[in-house]
């Protein structure tokens, strides 16, 4: 799941947060932050329009004062409500059952607002309250949560779960990426196999060495640092040195991994190395920490390291080096 989806799921969860009754006051009352009492729902919005329905529970408002539900709703099952009571009652004439009381203070007392008419669909009722500049008019479907009615932790908290399933999610694939490369990087001498021929090669021997430098005679005691000068030669050994499988790939042979790894660098430098795709290529990196590492070091012995890894296309590549200040085609 990535950071995407968690910070959907976490919205998600914020807006459908169960609805938590008053802590102060009864069912058909609410808690009027401002002046600390209870005040009546029948008295601040007159009684249900409609038949059938009822006052919510602390007509939808919190202990914050924030609508977080409508202050109407319709009759449970086997309910009725003709004559705009408070609450519905069976519809067979059976006893209502007596509501808590809450344990705030009451407000002062204040005229009940005359019934008004029920609109021909009742879920887009426009309600006025009673509360004077503080009034506030709600146009929204039954039971629709205003975005305004989130609690006021519920962004910190999505930012901090996003913040931390990146982090976890960055963890977990930077593991799985040392644990894919762990063997190359712990058996340097181990090079990939051949792809024609299916089989693995080793360290070369002192005579294959010597027959690698052979094949480039003018290049062995050049330095190292002279790729990072003849560019169109460094690109080319970009293209065919950096690129690693895509998914459900095979291992990838003779890579920018495998000469990190020849070079002595740790797993965890080439893992930082190739998170800088494709803004910075991973060889460019790997020959400057060479260079800085080791000034002396030199393009024989980057040479043999291609040739040890089996690397021909990059040796052919490597050989268009001429001289010192001269570039062959």
């Known amino acids: 799941m990535g950071p995407q989806c968690l910070l959907s799921a976490a919205l998600l969860l914020a807006q459908v947060e169960p609805r938590e009754a008053s802590q102060h006051c ?12 209870c005040g009546s729902c029948l008295q601040r919005f007159g009684p249900p329009r409609c038949p059938d329905y009822e006052f919510s529970e602390n007509c939808g408002l919190n202990d914050f004062g924030d609508h977080v539900m409508y202050p109407f709703q319709k009759c449970p099952p086997g309910q009725c409500n003709p004559n705009s009571e408070e609450l519905c009652s069976p519809c067979d004439g059976g006893a209502r059952p007596p509501t808590a009381a809450g344990t705030g203070q009451r407000c002062l007392q204040k005229p009940v607002p005359p019934k008004e008419p029920c609109p021909s669909k ?17 146009s929204s479907p039954l039971h629709t949560i205003p975005r305004q009615a989130l609690p006021p932790y519920a962004i910190p908290l999505v930012l901090f779960l996003l913040v931390t399933s990146a982090v976890i999610l960055l963890s977990l694939q930077r593991l799985c990426n040392r644990r894919r490369w762990n063997a190359v990087h712990l058996y340097p001498g181990l090079t990939c196999a051949d792809s024609n021929t299916h089989t693995f090669f080793l360290n070369s021997s002192p005579g294959s060495l010597e027959a690698s430098e052979a094949e480039l005679p003018n290049l062995a005691s050049q330095p190292l640092s002279r790729l990072l000068d003849e560019l169109e030669v460094l690109e080319e050994l970009i293209v065919l040195l950096d690129p690693e499988p895509g998914p459900g790939g095979a291992v ?7 000469l990190a790894a020849r070079y002595g660098l740790p797993a965890a430098w080439s893992t930082f190395a190739y ?21 002396s070091a030199s393009l024989g012995q980057f040479g043999i390291h291609l040739a040890q890894l089996g690397r021909a296309d990059a040796l052919q590549v490597l050989s268009k080096l001429g001289p010192s200040g001269a570039c062959l085609v």
């Open 26 to 37: 009864g069912r058909l009352e609410y808690w009027n932050p401002d002046n600390l009492c």
């Open 275 to 295: 998170s800088l795709r494709p803004s910075r290529s991973p060889l460019r990196a790997l020959i400057e920490m060479v260079v800085a590492r080791e000034p």
């Open 252 to 258: 990838a042979c003779g890579t920018t991994r495998h």
């Open 122 to 138: 009742p879920e887009t009722l426009s309600i006025s309250t009673s509360q004077g500049p503080s009034s506030l008019a709600i």
